[in-house]
T-cell receptor, first 115, second 109 residues
Framework: NAGVTQTPKFQVLKTGQSMTLQCAQD?????MSWYRQDPGMGLRLIHY???????DQGEVPNGYNVSRSTTEDFPLRLLSAAPSQTSVYFC??????????????FGPGTRLTVL | GQSLEQPSEVTAVEGAIVQINCTYQ??????LSWYQQHDGGAPTFLSY????GLEETGRFSSFLSRSDSYGYLLLQELQMKDSASYFC??????????FGSGTRLLVRP
């Protein structure tokens, strides 16, 4: 199993550009989520999904869109990049037990810089 | 996270025991989990408490008291490799997870 994979690992954008961060898992997990982590801070939930075709907003959804057309994939789209979106982005997946609190597996992260 | 409070830093000696506390807001509370994150790495799952009491996994244990809105992570027989950040995570029935700001643990020889 590859686990949770994220691409790209690093990305530099200019203000106003759009892009999609890719996330895939091969563990047949129903629950997937996207977080951002700013330096010295905890992770903040952007969007999450409890299954294919279902998505919901987390703490900081503004400026981001998601879709979940398959169980395996959960891409995150930045609509119009802003310097405030400079961060490390983590994707995670789990079976969803315990209201999502059971074991979440994280991808390696995407380090995004917006100039 | 605004709904979770944990100390920002803890220092301990190799071989010792350290406890990292976490208090949380009770509204819609479902349970608490804990993650470890080394610098530059991704978080890794340590423990989950859905019920009151102690959960033990090797050198790591986690405790939850719903009546006190409080939980803790206990690390025993500290090793240098335990130097990392530790996050408590609060969940509710909507599957929306909130991470604490993290506790940076420094283990000294």
């Amino acid at each position: 199993n590859a686990g949770v994979t994220q691409t790209p690992k690093f990305q530099v954008l200019k203000t106003g550009q759009s892009m999609t961060l890719q996330c895939a898992q091969d563990m047949n997990h129903e629950y997937m989520s996207w977080y951002r982590q700013d330096p010295g801070m905890g992770l903040r939930l952007i969007h999450y999904s409890v299954g294919a075709g279902i998505t919901d907003q987390g703490e900081v959804p503004n400026g981001y869109n998601v879709s979940r057309s398959t169980t395996e994939d959960f891409p995150l789209r930045l609509l119009s990049a802003a310097p405030s979106q400079t961060s490390v982005y983590f994707c995670a997946s789990s079976y969803g037990g315990g209201g999502g609190l059971d074991t979440q597996y994280f991808g390696p992260g995407t380090r995004l810089t917006v100039l | 996270g605004q709904s979770l409070e944990q100390p920002s830093e803890v220092t301990a000696v190799e071989g010792a025991i350290v406890q990292i506390n976490c208090t949380y807001q009770t509204s819609g509370f479902y349970g608490l989990s804990w993650y470890q994150q080394h610098d530059g790495g991704a978080p890794t799952f340590l423990s989950y408490n859905g019920l009151d009491g102690l959960e033990e996994t090797g050198r790591f244990s986690s405790f939850l008291s719903r009546s006190d809105s409080y939980g803790y992570l206990l690390l025993q027989e500290l090793q240098m490799k335990d130097s990392a950040s530790y996050f408590c995570v609060r969940g509710d029935s909507s599957y929306k997870l909130i991470f604490g700001s993290g506790t940076r643990l420094l283990v000294r020889p």
